[in-house]
């Protein structure tokens, strides 16, 4: 057998594994965790302007700002303070589309339910109103729990008929209203029951039982088997960072709330490193560091390539960088494979290294992804210009060095083919 057919059945065989896969990526109720937690993006950006404002790097500016302290919090409290609220409405919306229902009284339900099952126990509510014992980050799992399960009583009464049905010609709005009112009393009587009839604190329990995981996927052997892993599936052309996601986002969002937290007390070191603006430092200008491989394309004696430099540098500034790694390309090339994978592992490692030796600042800010990565890494670790420097190495110092070679095999094989 040739060399072209074994190459063509290894990218076969990777192509099999690549469909056989796929399909996770998509499941409704990992799916739907996963796009819930991304709506949450513009609430985290917006409550993080906050922490921007407050840590400015400038004591007179934190003079001026003393008085106004206690006004300027509100956007804090009404975004981070109620995450897991917003969680569980948003990934009942997602799940009810894609069961095909009419999302917005599922959404709500969802929210109800978990109100009621986080809220604390009977009479300790007090004159102050709802307090938000697990609404912040610390009920994020039960949110979930509890946002997948109220869609699929809604879909359980749904589907068999056993909801309260209007006459032909009533408005919309009041028919699913009233469709919606035998599964809002089974969900808040539910949770009612659970949570001041048994006294069961559900939502401290789901604490209790994730608290070991939570610990572990922040350990070094964590960080890197899930980046390596997560590059290593984009060479085979499966979306790498989704795929981790569908686990780690739950664990990702807890994690930087509570370094946000501790931010504002005046905590340090910060108790979390892997957070997703964490993984900033190890995927600056896109999965696999390809910033400096663009900037090698542009001087490339291959025409394609430096065509796909062209298309690639300028995205990849914004930490976008598909057209690198499919024009190249990276996805079943093992040439242009080996680096990718090694590069995500080294800059995993040399972050996470920084990060527990308490070299910079660990991540506690979330803002906008598209901004490029030294700067993008020096608001999230509120203001630490040594975490810009690190984020200089590992998006160009790093990769570049390790980039070169690979990049100079595979422009000669480019240009043979050109050539014949």
């Known amino acids: 057998m040739s060399q072209r057919a074994e190459a063509k059945s290894w990218a076969d065989r990777m192509t ?22 991304a709506a949450l993006m513009p609430f985290l950006i917006t409550g993080a302007i906050v922490l921007l404002i407050l840590e400015f790097p400038s004591e007179a500016w934190k003079a001026t700002i003393e008085p ?38 599922p959404s709500i339900l969802a929210m ?10 009977r009479g300790e509510w007090g004159e102050q109103g709802i307090p938000g014992t697990y609404f912040d980050n610390s009920g994020l799992f039960t949110a979930i729990i509890v946002g997948l399960l109220s869609v699929e009583v809604y879909r359980f009464f749904l589907k068999r008929g056993m909801v309260i049905t209007m006459p032909p010609g009533v ?32 939502a401290g329990a789901v604490v209790q039982a994730l608290s070991k995981v939570v610990v572990a996927a922040d350990t070094y052997f964590a960080v890197a088997l899930a980046e390596s892993f997560h590059g290593f599936l984009w060479t085979l052309g ?20 509570e370094n946000a937290e501790a931010l504002v007390k005046g905590i340090s070191p910060l108790p979390w490193i892997y957070t ?34 062209w298309l690639g540098v300028w995205p990849g500034i914004f930490n976008i960088n598909e057209p690198i790694t499919f024009g ?36 506690a800010i979330t803002a906008p992804w598209t ?37 100079k095999a595979w422009e000669r094989i480019v240009l043979e083919r050109e050539g014949a």
């Open 276 to 309: 997703s603006e964490f993984r900033s430092w190890v995927v600056p200008g896109g999965s696999g560091a390809t910033l400096p491989l663009a900037i090698y394309m542009l001087r490339s004696k291959s025409a394609r390539l430096r065509r796909v430099g």
């Open 68 to 105: 106004w302290k206690a006004i300027i919090w509100t956007p804090w409290n009404m975004t981070f303070l109620l995450m897991s609220v917003f969680c569980s409405l948003a990934i009942a919306y997602n799940l009810a589309r894609r069961y095909d229902m009419e999302p917005l009284m």
């Open 112 to 121: 109800l339910a978990f109100w009621t099952i986080a809220s604390p126990i």
């Open 328 to 363: 190249t390309p990276v996805i079943f090339n093992p040439i242009m494979a080996i680096p990718f994978i090694v590069i995500t592992f080294l800059n995993a490692t040399i972050s996470y290294l920084a990060c527990a030796l308490n070299l910079v600042t660990r991540t």
């Open 16 to 37: 099999d594994a690549m469909e056989r896969i796929a399909p996770l990526l998509d499941e409704p109720h990992l799916a739907s965790v996963r796009d819930g937690l």
């Open 371 to 407: 901004l490029p990565t030294p700067i993008l890494m020096y608001l999230q670790c509120a203001y630490d210009i040594r975490a810009a420097i690190l984020a200089v190495i590992t998006e160009f110092i790093l990769p570049g060095i390790i980039w070169w070679p690979f990049f």
């Open 171 to 202: 408005p919309p709005a009041i028919v699913q209203a009233f469709v919606a009112l035998v599964p809002c009393i089974v969900l808040l009587f539910g949770g009612w029951i659970i949570r001041d009839i048994l006294n069961f604190d559900f």
């Open 238 to 257: 499966i979306h790498g960072d989704l795929t981790i996601g569908i686990v780690l986002s739950p664990l990702w969002t807890t994690h930087l709330a």
